[in-house]
């Protein structure tokens, strides 16, 4: 069963709408009881870094998702700033992230030969397949996702990268590192594709 972590923030229903959608079981996480029901984890996020960690770490479901995650290896998937917190550190605010794979959240800045150049980076765009053997990807043919953000996930170490997208620069769109998963695109928006993804993931 896929549980989607509610803590406050994130399209939850969206990601529960898709999952009922496919016949594949889901709950809602609420507290740490339901962490047992479930043997995969989809961690959402919308908004700043600070306030989504904060959020996380003061809900009941904190020291549970750790437990879960690190050492007992339950896959998840983090989206959008669930991505995002998953690092050490950010320059949107003071607080520390998770630090489960390591690397600093960094803001887009104009380059001056990029005259379309808006934050935040908001629709439509093609993410690039790095790593063949993620089944993230499997039967995904025209890998276009919807983006939604001002900040990219700046990696310590580049093999944990699954896919990078252009904007302004070359960044990671989706990352990997043993059980855990990441996109900074939003699945749960992104149509067919994200149906897809969303179903890889459930039988990863």
């Not at 009881?33 to 600070?50: H, M, Q, R, S």
């Not at 290896?73 to 998953?86: A, E, R, T």
């Not at 630090?99 to 150049?117: A, C, P, Q, R």
């Not at 997208?165 to 594709?193: G, L, R, V």
Request: aromatic share 12%; net charge neutral.
């Amino acid at each position: 069963m896929i549980g989607i972590l509610n803590y406050g923030l994130g399209n939850i229903k969206a990601f529960l709408n898709i999952y009922k959608n496919l016949g594949i079981d889901v709950c809602i996480i609420d507290n740490n009881e339901d962490f047992a029901k479930v043997n995969k984890l989809i961690l959402p996020g919308v908004g700043t870094f600070d306030n989504a960690i904060q959020k996380l770490k003061k809900s009941n479901l904190y020291n549970n998702l750790e437990e879960y995650v690190i050492n007992k290896k339950v896959p998840i998937l983090g989206v959008c700033v669930g991505m995002q917190i998953m690092a050490n550190t950010s320059e949107e605010g003071e607080c520390k992230g998770l630090g489960w794979i390591s690397g600093e959240v960094k803001k887009f800045t104009k380059l001056d030969n990029y005259s379309s150049f808006r934050l935040p980076h908001m629709g439509w765009n093609n993410i690039k397949v790095t790593e063949k053997n993620c089944k993230l990807f499997d039967g995904i043919h025209n890998p276009e996702f919807y983006f939604l953000h001002s900040y990219f996930y700046l990696l310590k170490d580049e093999k944990y990268s699954i896919s990078k997208t252009n904007y302004t620069i070359e960044f990671s769109s989706a990352i990997c590192k043993d059980n855990i998963f990441a996109t900074q695109f939003h699945p749960e928006k992104s149509h067919y594709n994200g149906v897809i993804l969303l179903k890889n993931f459930s039988e990863i």
